[in-house]
């Protein structure tokens, strides 16, 4: 068995379901295929099989699936639930210890869901970066741009990376929120081209993405409750934004 499992309540999930195994290198669970069981008990019994769950079904139903099967948050399986619209990746079960919180991530960058983390370890960080690069920039580039924007502030302050579609794939993005633990959030070029944004737009990128620009509109969309605090900064091929969460400001304070 593999670490990762995907469960799916409804045929009609199956693309979605399919999707997601391949993404995620994971066993695929239809639970129809198995008469002899009710769906409860199959999942109730493969629960401990696996390390970490993605169940296709509304919240509600997984809170009853999940009656009386958690023991500890660091031994239960993580969960993560997403609605078959692929709409909201929900965190619900060992979300930091478990790995929910990045299974989260990874679901949403398969899917365009909203990786939603309750879990207070990552939601009071206050700062989201957002981050364009030109192909191939390594990881120590782009961190020094990183750091360069910043200033007086701290990767251990920062939330989550936002980075346009195309750049999903990007070595260099991925090996440096690998090295420092830093989800990616990875927004569409559609969502960018449809926000309203008050930024001085990059001829380089409309002609060559399609979009006004990268770095700011996707730390904005990434957080959409903040303030632009770091306007888009360019070191090398590599820009930075710093959104600032103004919620998580107001109750540190």
């Known amino acids: 068995m593999k670490p990762i499992a995907v469960w799916l309540t409804r045929r009609e999930a199956l693309p979605l379901g399919q999707r997601l195994a391949t993404g995620l290198d994971a066993d695929l669970y239809q639970p129809w295929s198995n008469p002899g069981d009710t769906p409860r008990e199959l999942f109730r019994r493969q629960f401990r099989q696996h390390r970490q769950w993605v169940v296709a079904m509304a919240s509600g139903i997984a809170v009853r699936y999940l009656d009386g099967l958690p023991q500890s948050k660091h031994h239960d399986p993580a969960v993560v639930v997403l609605d078959e619209a692929a709409r909201f990746a929900i965190p ?72 346009i579609d195309l750049k999903a794939d990007e070595a260099g993005l991925l090996a440096f929120c690998a090295r420092h633990q830093l989800s990616l959030r990875v927004i569409a070029r559609a969502d960018i081209a449809a926000r309203a944004w008050v930024g001085q737009p990059s001829a380089w990128v409309q002609r060559n993405i399609g979009v006004d620009g990268v770095c700011e509109p996707c730390a904005l969309i990434a957080s959409p409750r903040g303030r632009l605090i770091v306007a888009k900064t360019a070191l090398d091929g590599v820009t930075v934004a710093i959104v600032e969460d103004s919620i998580t400001r107001i109750e540190q304070d």
Request: net charge neutral.
């Open 92 to 163: 619900l079960l060992s979300g930091h210890e478990g790995g929910a919180n990045a299974l989260a991530y990874a679901v949403a960058r398969l899917t365009g869901a909203i990786p939603a983390v309750t879990t207070a370890t990552e939601a009071l960080k206050p700062l989201t970066l957002g981050i364009g690069c030109r192909r191939g920039m390594s990881a120590d580039a782009i961190e020094q741009a990183v750091l360069r924007a910043l200033g007086e502030r701290t990767l251990a302050e920062v939330r989550e990376v936002a980075t």
